[in-house]
């Protein structure tokens, strides 16, 4: 038995130390080297109800747990998490050597901004769909122009997608109307241009 702050002091320099404080409880390696903690197969830390906090198992990984539930396990391949990842304050950078790959079951990747979500990209069919996720909220296109950001194309979304273009368009081939599909020219759609399917 030791009384408080008394410590079990190992190692010729004393560099493993064992005590307890009054309050708490600790293991130190004052040393220089490393404190290595060691199980014939699996090493338990555990809270003092005996649910495991964090396991380690020879050939199988490291598991992390939150109220004794698996939240991250390791793997041969990398890791599996269950729950969501948050960070806080600040940003959040994923940085990869090769190439980032995003896999949804559903198909469907949301874009939220405090939790309502802004933007939709999803698998439609064998489609690509982009969408707005905000009541008549327009798709707007933009890039840099020299140093300056500007917007390319809008789809007015409160006018059934009608496309703004901020310096007109060039197209390299035909533009296709099909029957009664109209050109319409002037601020009162004066002129107009269209084939009926006869004349």
Do not use: C
Request: net charge negative; hydrophobic share 35%.
């Amino acid at each position: 038995d030791f009384p408080d702050d008394v410590k079990l002091r190992l190692g010729t320099s004393q560099d493993l130390q064992l005590w307890h404080d009054g309050s708490n409880s600790y293991i130190a390696d004052a040393g220089t080297g490393v404190l290595n903690i060691s199980g014939s197969s699996q090493v338990n830390i555990n809270a003092a109800n005996g649910e495991n906090a964090i396991q380690v198992i020879e050939n199988a990984g490291v598991r992390l747990r939150h109220n004794n539930i698996v939240k991250l396990d390791t793997t041969s391949t990398g890791v599996t998490v269950t729950g969501n990842i948050a960070n806080t304050s600040g940003d959040l950078t994923l940085d990869v050597a090769g190439t980032i790959k995003l896999d949804a079951d559903s198909g469907s990747f949301y874009f939220k901004d405090a939790g309502t979500i802004f933007g939709i990209v999803e698998k439609s069919g064998n489609n690509m769909s982009i969408r707005s996720g905000l009541t008549d909220a327009d798709l707007v296109f933009k890039g840099l122009d020299g140093s300056s950001i500007i917007t390319a194309l809008t789809l007015d979304m409160s006018n059934a997608g009608r496309a703004v273009f901020n310096a007109g368009a060039t197209f390299n081939d035909h533009v296709y109307f099909g029957d009664n599909d109209k050109a319409v020219f002037g601020g009162g759609d004066d002129l107009q241009i269209f084939h009926d399917g006869t004349h």
